[in-house]
């Protein structure tokens, strides 16, 4: 394979500084620790974000620019994502000796100008912000204000820049064919397992292998829950015992370790670490002697796959959620739960569930506010009521009345009378 030496800093400094002149925006180079490494005082670069990392004592800025940038490498591609607290980020991977080196980050800006219901959502999640609501309004409207389209094409532009840092696709290119050959690796396994288990092998041959509660078991994982997911893994290694041969236990555990492995993949672990680490948890597995030993180091590995997901998974779920809010702000008036749990790629049961988890308001709370916002701009233009109901997306007037008062606690006509 061809190797392509480390990019000096008086290089990465350069292209940072070119592409924080020519576009405007703010940029800097990280490496994968979440460290910055060149570009400035980046974490700083706003009054908003000085103001969060007084409080924020999760160091949620730092994990975000991990989540970017892994997310970023697994694609081969510029990634673009929503910090913790709303603002949108874009980052690229950039190659040395065939491995990724550093991330450059490009941002932060809003897709949306700044209102109440953003201010609300980040004192939300940051309640030590709660005395500073006016405070933190007025920093974010120091934050410049970018539609998608543009997003996307600094977006396209920084990964030029990272090419040019002799990246190269052939390394981008082997990370996205190794994600593929480690899903088709688990499909097979799982149609093997399906042949073993139910009609071949052993003497729980017609004793199905319990494949919802596997299912269970990841989601257990993704979600951090561990010890939910220590009671279903002790279910399937019940199941195991009903085989008298413990080779086929070890094929039943290998196969366990691929489909965790996926899912951990899936949220975004570090590919080298998931790989290095598996092919211990694999040797451990391999090494054991009974199904006792297989046990312990089977609850080992749950143990593994939680502390190396979950840090991953809360950042993302932020993205998602960040990601449907901005997409109900543009689609409020003609929108349905299932057209933005589809948006961001999610079933709508499980992205209603996720969403009043993370924001702490169901959907249709959340859709009536941003309706109810924006009602309020159509008030003072001197619309009929009736007309704005309409224009927001409810189809009856007295409705968006009563809506109007519980947020307000005013009538519509009454709040447009008292100029608020």
Sequence with gaps: MEQFRVPTEEEIRGIVETYKIATGTNCAAFNLEGEIITGGDYGKRSSFCRLVQQYDQKKSCKKSYIYGGLQSEKL????????????????????GNNEVVFFLVGGPVLLHKVDSLLVEEIIRQLPQ???????????????????????????????????????????????RNRANINANVARVIQNLKKEIFTHKIGEGAGKPYPFEREKELIAKVRLGDRQGAKEILNDIIGYMFFYNRFELVKLVAVSLMVVLA????????????????????LRRIFDSTDINELSVELTKAIDWFIDCTFPVVNIKNRNVIFKAMSYIRENYSQICLEAVAGEVGLSAAYFSKLFKEETGRSYSEYLNRVRIEASKELLKKGLPLVEI????????????????????????????????
């Design 76 to 95: 081969g591609d510029a990634y673009i994502y929503f910090c913790p607290y709303g603002l949108v980020n874009w980052t690229v991977p950039v190659m």
């Design 129 to 175: 912000l709660g005395t500073n609501f006016h405070h933190v309004g007025t920093t974010l409207n120091e934050l410049q204000v970018f539609d998608p389209v543009r997003v996307n094409h600094l977006a396209g532009l920084l990964m030029l820049a990272a090419k040019s840092l002799r990246a190269t696709d052939v390394f981008l290119e082997g990370k």
């Design 262 to 281: 996926r899912a951990a993949l899936e949220v975004g672990v570090d590919l080298e670490i998931l790989f290095g680490a598996e092919y211990l948890q």
């Design 389 to 420: 109901a309409q224009m927001v997306g409810f189809n009856d007037q007295s409705y968006f009345t009563n809506i109007f008062k519980k947020y307000e606690g005013v009538s519509p006509r009454k709040w447009k009378q008292n100029g608020d």
